[in-house]
């Protein structure tokens, strides 16, 4: 039994490697696949493997997944904060740097879930009722502060409700995965456009152990992240963003914060399918689609696979990270952000049809114009948070 974990573990690792370096290719959609294939051709292999192949892929992409993000410009949604301190340090040549003040905050965020996991689902499972029962306000509370943290408050808001409006449109279209291309546009192609228009140049990237006080951003992630992680609506960019305005932080502490935050509302998404039977993330979706709601036994598997992936995926990222590295100023890096740019149109079409492509479009121009706005961008998270708001608003008429 313990060599078929440790073999799933393996390959879940790989896995989440795979996706992390793959831009446009999401958990999400892995573990989609995998749970149709569970009750077909896998039917005979035992549940608890699945579920430790999906733990195990999730936090091996939260880890890796910040290799494209930086090197690239091409984020997803747990990743597009980092894009800016990300590049500003990769076209300082210090793309390695950057990328490892991500790995240090997840790794101490995998290390904080351990301890935290038990006694807050404890807590969550008490007080998720009451709390449910005003999640309209609570939403949208949130959705104002993270506005008005802003200094341009009317453009901050801007963004939020115009993405706000292509999300309930692109939602309420029928079409087959509608996050894959409304996210994309937003998030991924629109920076990859921007990039490749600005004629980017990178400089030799040097290999040199990060240096940042890392105190602040992590009581930051971990004030924040639990908030984000049992609520729905709210991600890693949103727990980011009201992280650093709990506990503000420079650059370089905002990369370990973001870090962290994706590895904490990763695995607090598990607690909140064992505390509450909610899902908060697609891996822990993917999860109680093959086993229903967990028991205390399989959290606690669940958390000896999220350390043990955790831990493995932090020294994979520190040799990834070295490895592009080195590479990164030997490519023609335009020809490598348009080839990028036409895998993600593939990967769209090949999920989303031609209406997907549509949306691309649309989603890709918008978040072109908002990039010159000159506001975070985890405003156009508003695509998800108001069709949310909206879903709970209408629940109280």
């Not at 894009?83 to 003040?101: F, T």
């Not at 996991?117 to 009451?130: A, G």
């Not at 709390?131 to 949208?140: D, K, R």
């Not at 948070?385 to 209408?394: A, D, E, R």
């Amino acid at each position: 039994m313990l060599i078929e974990i440790l073999l799933f573990v393996f390959l879940g690792i790989l896995a989440g490697t795979f996706t992390g370096l793959a831009p446009g290719i999401h958990i999400n959609l892995i573990g989609a696949i995998l749970v149709s294939l569970s009750a077909s051709i896998f039917s005979g292999i035992n549940s608890i493997f699945f579920i430790i192949f999906i733990a195990s892929m999730a936090i091996a992409h939260t880890f890796i997944d910040f290799i494209p993000s930086i090197f690239l410009g091409c984020p997803d949604t747990e990743t597009q904060l980092s894009v800016l301190p990300g590049h500003e340090l990769l076209k300082e040549g210090k793309g390695y740097e950057a990328i490892m003040l991500t790995a240090y905050g997840g790794l101490i965020a995998v290390i904080i879930l351990i301890f935290i996991s038990f006694p807050l689902s404890f807590i969550i499972s008490k007080l998720y009722d009451s709390v449910h029962s005003v999640m309209f306000w609570i939403l949208l509370g949130t959705s104002f502060i993270l506005v008005f943290t802003e200094k341009k408050k009317i453009t901050a808001f801007f963004v939020f409700v115009i993405s706000g409006l292509l999300g309930l449109c692109v939602l309420n279209l029928g079409i087959k995965e509608p996050l894959l291309p409304l996210l994309t546009g937003l998030f991924g192609s629109s920076l990859l456009i921007i990039s490749i228009k600005n004629k980017i140049e990178i400089p030799k990237q040097e290999i040199t152990n990060p240096e940042c006080k890392m105190i602040r951003p992590v009581i930051g992630s971990i004030i924040a992240s639990p908030l984000c992680g049992f609520l729905p609506g709210l991600g890693s960019g949103q727990a980011a963003v009201l992280g650093n305005a709990i506990s503000k932080t420079d650059r370089k502490g905002f990369l370990v914060l973001i870090g962290a935050t994706n590895v904490l509302v990763m695995g607090l998404s598990f607690v909140s399918l064992y505390a509450i039977s909610k899902t908060r993330t697609g891996a822990a979706a993917a999860i109680q689609e093959i086993t229903g709601n967990l028991s205390w036994k399989i959290l606690l598997l669940i958390l000896i696979v999220v350390l043990i992936s955790g831990l493995v995926s932090f020294f994979l990222t520190k040799y990834l990270a070295k490895f592009f590295s080195s590479k990164i100023n030997k490519i023609n890096y335009p020809i490598l952000l348009i080839a990028t740019l036409i895998f993600l149109v593939i990967i769209v079409f090949a999920f989303s049809g031609f209406a997907g492509i549509l949306v691309l479009s649309a989603s890709t121009l918008t978040g072109i114009f908002f990039n010159s706005l000159a506001v975070k961008k985890t405003h156009m998270m508003g695509c998800l948070l108001i069709p949310t708001i909206i879903y709970y608003g209408l629940r109280l008429i």
